[in-house]
């Protein structure tokens, strides 16, 4: 890093500059999760199954809704690092300020959505009357402070295009300190059950925006943000828009299948929600280590792009491809073998934990397949092709896992559990074989 919390990923061993972005990313993801999961522990274990169940059953809505916005953050760091190896400060700058205004509008755009639309979608997921108003209090606070979750990500976002990933990871840990504290102080002292886990994560996630946005106030490069300056800038708008909105649609197909897969697991009852949910909490553990290796993969090719440095890309993207696989193996083989005491951090209840179980082993010792595919995925889009990426995750997750439910689970002698469960590996397989087909084809034609 140089005295400008720079990393140029043009020069120097690939390795070692994957490891310097990417093991930062990791260890953001991982505390992030540990106080998301902490969140969910704190429900499980003091305020009930019920609770418990109404904060799982409301993520794939959450993720549903957000992730289209989420998506263009991917474009402000594909854009921004793409400038930042081609050494064009102006264009870095515009980026800078439309991002964030895009951010705002975003957030405000979900919250109404999320005010609006939560109770009736809830609904239409089959969620039980138990869980039902405890699910749209949940909703409801959390995306009434949704606004701060986009600045952060559309900031930080910012700061990584220029390898910058120790900073967010020092605002994050802070942060996730302060979320558990209120965790802990609402729900056990003031009994808010999961109102208080809502406005613990609102709280967090403010302080998150405004650490971010005074980091980008104070920046002495071209990252500076001035707010006198925010504008939507038309070039930098629509090059953002051509890279998130496909990553966006690609995170808003990935959310629509999962709600169809949490609607048919919330006909099983409340001990299935609530250990899917814990072995969920478990899954993004790995996933988000395997997403580090593949946001330093988008990014490095970014840069590399903008510096017409097209070799290193064909040589870094196998070393992704191998970090990735090795650590979703490696912590899943732990994950499955130790998940009875994993999931016991979530709940006490013998039936809950068993429930979760059924899910992670189908899902533990394959999820480094989701890694790959993410990584692919990801090389694809820094190298400036965002369609493809999403045409394979179309089909190969969001087609597939919608028939596998409307079809394969419809036939009585596979109408459970295990039958939604499997359709996870399968349409990771399907994806990742489709985006290795489109990453030879586009990188042929570069090299060309």
Excluded at 58 to 84: M, P, Q, R
Excluded at 119 to 135: A, G, K
Excluded at 320 to 341: E, Y
Aim: net charge positive; hydrophobic share 50%.
């Amino acid at each position: 890093m140089t005295k400008n919390n720079q990393l140029d990923m043009t020069n120097g061993p690939i390795l070692g500059k994957l490891l310097k972005f990417s093991i930062p990313i990791i260890c953001s993801n991982f505390l992030q999760l540990m106080f998301n999961a902490a969140d969910i522990a704190v429900v499980g274990k003091f305020a009930g199954d019920a609770s418990l169940a109404a904060v799982g059953s409301s993520t794939s809505l959450i993720n549903l809704l957000i992730n289209l916005f989420i998506g263009l953050s991917i474009g402000t760091n594909v854009i921004a690092a793409k400038h930042f190896g081609a050494q064009n400060n102006d264009k870095i700058q515009k980026t800078v300020h439309t991002s964030i205004v895009i951010s705002l509008i975003c957030g405000i755009c979900i919250t109404i959505m999320g005010l609006l639309l939560s109770r009736q979608i809830l609904i239409r997921m089959n969620t039980i009357d138990e869980v039902l108003p405890l699910s749209t209090i949940y909703l409801r606070i959390y995306f009434s402070g949704i606004t701060a979750t986009m600045v952060y990500n559309f900031g930080s976002a910012l700061l990584r295009a220029k390898g910058d990933t120790q900073r967010p990871l020092y605002v994050l840990f802070s942060a996730g300190i302060l979320n558990l504290v209120m965790n802990l102080l609402f729900v056990i002292v003031f009994k808010m059950n999961v109102a208080g886990v809502a406005w613990a994560t609102v709280i967090s996630q403010t302080y998150s925006a405004v650490f971010v946005i005074v980091l980008l106030v104070r920046e002495k490069d071209a990252f500076h943000l001035d707010i006198k300056k925010l504008s939507l800038n038309r070039e930098s708008f629509f090059e953002i828009l051509k890279i998130g909105l496909p990553a966006g649609l690609q995170g808003v197909m990935f959310s629509i299948s999962n709600v169809q897969i949490q609607s048919s697991i919330n006909l099983f009852g409340k001990e299935l929600i609530a250990g899917n949910s814990a072995t969920c909490s478990l899954e993004d553990f790995l996933y988000q280590m395997m997403n580090g290796f593949a946001m330093g993969t988008l990014t490095f090719c970014s840069q590399n792009i903008g510096a017409g440095k097209i070799d290193r890309i064909k040589k870094e993207v196998p070393v992704a491809l191998f970090c990735t696989a090795f650590t979703g193996l490696f912590f899943g083989g732990l994950f499955f073998v130790f998940g009875r005491q994993l999931l016991s951090i979530y709940t006490t209840n013998p039936d809950v934990i068993e429930a979760g179980r059924s899910r992670m082993i189908v899902t533990m010792l394959t999820i480094f397949i989701c890694g790959m595919m993410h990584c692919l995925g990801n090389s694809i889009r820094g190298i400036g092709h965002s369609i493809m990426p999403v045409v394979s995750i179309m089909l190969g997750c969001c087609v597939f896992r919608v028939f596998w439910i409307a079809v394969i689970f419809k036939i009585e002698q596979f109408h459970t559990p295990f039958t939604i469960f499997v359709s996870y590996p399968i349409s990771w397989t399907i994806t990742a074989i489709a985006n290795v087909i489109f990453f030879c084809y586009y990188q042929k034609k570069l090299e060309k």
